[in-house]
């Protein structure tokens, strides 16, 4: 039951235009306690309880509070008692749904004395739970007993009226007592009584007037304005500040309010509203604008640009309050201190109250929680205000809103997320409301990302959902020590439960949206139409592809739709009804279009229930399977064509792909060989098939085909070649229906080809050599077999001892060695090409460079070269021994011979893998060569390039040779003065077992 201990209460519900309402918040202490089972605001339950007035409470309120800001009711405990309830508030227009209502509900005196209320109808007294005299009264006996027992001089005749059934609301006076009389409805009236009192000093009268015309003139109206539509939005007391009604500013642009403003001061708005951009946070502006009555009185007009990137509406908002000076009355500007320190005052948490309401009827979603930091930062001067929401699935608040002096902020980089979660939230973790105030707290000092802030003073609350379930934090931080903090705890004791229901339906209807966003994506997603029709076969979902299908614009005519199955019309509603008779799930029907055409479209149906009372609704999916039925006619006509090509297609397949290159087709031999089922590849995508360098191959190609061109091509799989002809296959229309795709193995006749190319490249090398050689065989040979034929002529065979014919004896010994020389040279480079079958063994490359070291000791020794190896990449390779020594021999002794005269010589050696070949890098810092002069002759026969040393000029040619006997290649890098490099790249050859 109440009390003198009754705590204020706030109440926020909505009024739609039909008349209905809908609580949005009411406090955690119910405010009817007079009955065990109200612990709700429960419609029905109000109307009951608040029988006097024959309507319910929030109407009531509705009503009262559309002509004033306060009210106060008599309001029914029980049979016996009464009490005053003062409700004060404010109705804000909520677009075009209705109206906001934000009341705030007190217990107050009556300020009339002692009051009852008697109900005629039942002949029974109900009392003031406040009334001065000790007992109850109950009956109209025991009234008029008091009355005469307390004033025996009082008229006998006031208590023939009594009880007063047909007196209208009115005031008796007899003897310094007054009575007044009050029809509350047809079956109450109010009945007070009051003695009268010594007049007031006039003084105390004016003191308390002027005080509630400061009041009165510093109130707040906040407004929004939609700088795209023209728009204003309105929330508060109008009527106080202007004299029109709420209704008045229904439909508001802002060409309305500058009509409003006095001329002189017209200019200077119109140039601040037709800015750009706002380069300040905050505005403020001082104008006259006028009154209903016709007067012009002074307004303060604090302004803020705002901009939501959801809803994307961007413009000004702000405040708007009275400064004009009422007659007698100074007001002085209060300050924000002045106003903590009147926090107990209820009329300044009825004030924060409504400025709460009138923003959560301006702004939804993020923007709400920001405009509320802001009001915090404006009204309470708190340096930092936070709103953190729980993330679904998560343990970790995210930063919903965040106010730093009055501007938001925007947390990219999460530190206040961190400091949210690492440090304001473990603070007395397992308090609901936490208030730290202190000038040296060490908890606030050690937050160190703000140890530069000077934190000093900490409000933290948690918010919670309809089921006690943590959703979110509010926290607000300050550098300056907390005052009345009793107070701050009333105030925010009320807002707690305001913030958290805004919390619960900010996150409600975030998940709302999203499942929204989901169950559009997948509703307009398929390619199917979707509609479903509820149990009166009225259409109550349908998708975006619904209308198309069915060739309508309207869905009013979705089931009047005429569709033809056996050559029976039928509409869409007697489909449906249809199904509901059978068993049947699928039905495929003709839909006529223009030109005598139709559509073949394949029907599902599916029931569902719903609601308390399981009505049944149905979900109907249509697929045009038009296209795709004509196309499987026309391939059941074309299959057997292919069938036979396939058939008779030697070693290959056909193929007939649809434009998204989907298996319509396919058959041939090459199925056989590879064991694979040519039915299973149907309706897959050839694409899906392929990987890498064969899948850019044919996808590039094919999409060639699908702008007309006819392409040929090669792929390769599993070391078998394929040569792929592609062609479009056109429709009545000469669009690419169809992609005909041939394809052929040419593994076999690829090989074929290798050979002879191969054969052909041999060929032309031997022919090569032996041109080349038969020119070295007349060039060389030549010049000995001429000597030797003038050495003969001048032979003196008359006289053989002609001692000159000791000389030329000793002639023709020189020029038949220097035949046989040559002629050995011949026969050791004829014995390469002859040799056809070597013996191939695998060789360390360790142990044969040991042996060439011993081989050419002395040699290497005297030149005093260093030799750095390194075989650790190729330890080993399977290669002809002898050709692998000659290598190295060739490169060591050419490395020594060739040697700077200015340096030691130096050789690396090194051998690694490159792809398919195994690699010898040999590197000297001799003279080097000029390659660009004799690049080309490097490696020919009898070729020489420096004459200070002996040599022949063959080594180089053998070793080449030799290389390119067994398909290995070498290459050289040199230059002058530094050295020169030679790669020898050589194939790992197969061991011959026999």
Known sequence: MFDNNFKSQLLTFKRLNDGRFEILHQSNEAIFWASPELNSLNLKILDDFFSIEHVSLLDCIFKQLGKSDHFKTPFLLNSQSFLWLKIEGCIVPHGNHGFLVNAMINQTPSGEGSSWLIDSEEQKIINELGNPIKHQLSKFDDLHEYLLLKYPLLKVEIFDLMPFPKLKNGV?????????????????????????????????????????????????????????????LWAGPL????????????????????????????????????????GKNNYSIS??????????????????????????????????????????????????????????????IQGMLTEVSAISSLFKGK??????????????????????????GKKEMEVLALCGAGKKLLDRDKKWAKILNEELLLMDSTNNFVMISSENNEQLANISSLADQQISSLIRLKLYDTERNEIGTMCLLHDQPIK?????????????????????????????????????????????????????????????????????????????????????????????????????????????????????????????????????????????????????KKLIKTEQ?????????????????????????????????????????????????????????????????????????????????????????????DEVERILLVKQNITEAKKLESDRVNLIKDLKSHNEELLRFAYIVSHNLRAPIVNISLLLDLY??????????????????????????????????????????????????KLLLNNIEKSLFNQLKESGIVI????????????????????????????????????????????????????????????????????????????????????????LYLVREQIRAHDGKIEVESEVGKGTIFRVYLRNLIINQS
């Open 367 to 392: 923007n709400l929680f920001e405009e509320i930091n802001y009001l915090f930062y404006r009204k309470l001067g708190f340096k930092y205000c936070l709103i953190g929401n729980l993330s679904n």
């Open 796 to 845: 003196n065979e008359e006289n053989p001892a002609d001692p000159e014919n000791l000389e030329i004896w000793e002639n023709l010994k020189i020029s038949t060695n220097l035949l046989d020389s040559t002629l050995q040279d011949l026969i050791e480079v004829v014995s390469i090409k002859k040799q056809k079958i070597p013996k191939v063994e695998q060789i360390d490359f």
């Open 287 to 348: 104008y006259r604008v006028k009154h209903k009555k016709g007067h012009y009185q002074e307004i303060k007009n604090s302004v803020r640009f705002f901009q939501s990137p959801y809803t994307l509406e961007e413009g000004l908002t702000g405040n708007i309050i009275n400064i004009s000076t009422p007659q007698n009355s100074p007001i002085k500007p209060k300050s924000k201190e002045g106003l903590i320190k009147k926090l107990f005052e209820k009329k300044f």
């Open 484 to 632: 009345n903090k009793n107070h701050y705890s009333e105030l925010f004791s009320i807002l707690r439960d305001w913030i958290s229901k805004e919390l619960y339906r900010f996150r409600f209807e975030s998940m709302l949206q999203e499942t929204n966003y989901m169950h559009d994506a997948i509703l307009n997603g398929t390619a199917y139409a979707i509609f479903a029709v509820n149990h009166q076969f009225e259409p109550i979902l349908i998708n975006n592809k619904t209308l198309p299908i069915f060739n309508i614009k309207n869905k009013k005519d979705l089931l009047k739709t005429i569709l033809i199955k056996d050559n029976i019309k039928k509409t869409l509603h007697q489909v449906i009804i249809n199904f509901l008779k059978t068993d049947r799930k699928v039905a495929y029907f003709h839909l006529p279009c223009e030109d005598n055409n139709y559509k073949e479209l394949k029907i599902s149906f599916t029931r569902i229930l719903y609601g308390k009372e399981n009505k049944k609704s149905y979900v109907i999916f249509v697929d045009d399977i038009t296209e795709r039925t004509l196309s499987e």
């Open 172 to 232: 008796l006076n007899d003897k310094g007592l007054k009575i007044r009389i009050q029809n509350i409805c047809s079956d109450f009236q109010l009945v007070t009584l009051k003695e009268a009192q010594a007049q007031k000093s006039s003084i105390k009268k004016i003191k308390k007037q002027r005080k509630i015309n400061d009041l009165e003139y510093h109130e707040k109206v906040y407004f929004k304005y939609l700088s795209k539509t023209k728009e204003v």
């Open 868 to 955: 750095h190896k390194d075989f650790t990449a190729l330890n080993d390779i399977n290669y002809i021994y002898a050709h692998l020594e000659n290598f190295f021999m060739n490169f060591m002794t050419n490395a020594v011979k060739y040697k700077h005269p200015d340096r030691s010589p130096i050789v690396n050696i090194n051998t690694y893998r490159d792809g398919k070949y195994c690699v010898i890098r040999f590197e000297d810092n001799g003279i080097g060569m000029d390659l660009s002069r004799y690049g080309d002759r490097i490696f020919g026969l009898y070729q020489r390039f420096h004459t200070h040393v002996e040599g022949k000029g063959l080594g």
């Open 641 to 733: 064509l292919y069938r036979s090509i396939a058939e008779n297609f030697p070693q290959g397949t056909v193929d007939v792909l649809d434009n998204s290159y989907h298996y319509l087709f396919t058959d041939g031999e090459e199925y056989k060989m590879s064991a694979t089922d040519p039915k299973s590849l149907l309706g897959t995508n050839l694409l899906k098939q392929l990987t890498g360098k064969n899948l850019k191959i044919v996808k590039s190609n094919l999409s060639k085909v699908l702008k007309g061109q006819r392409v040929s091509f090669e792929t390769e799989t599993k070391r078998k070649k394929y040569l792929q002809s592609a062609v479009p296959l056109m429709n009545d229309s």
């Open 239 to 278: 009527h106080n500040l202007l004299g029109y009604e709420d209704g008045n500013f229904r439909s508001f642009y802002i060409w309305d309010w500058l009509n409003l403003i006095h001329p002189e001061d017209k200019q200077k708005i119109e140039d601040f509203l037709s800015l750009g951009h706002y």
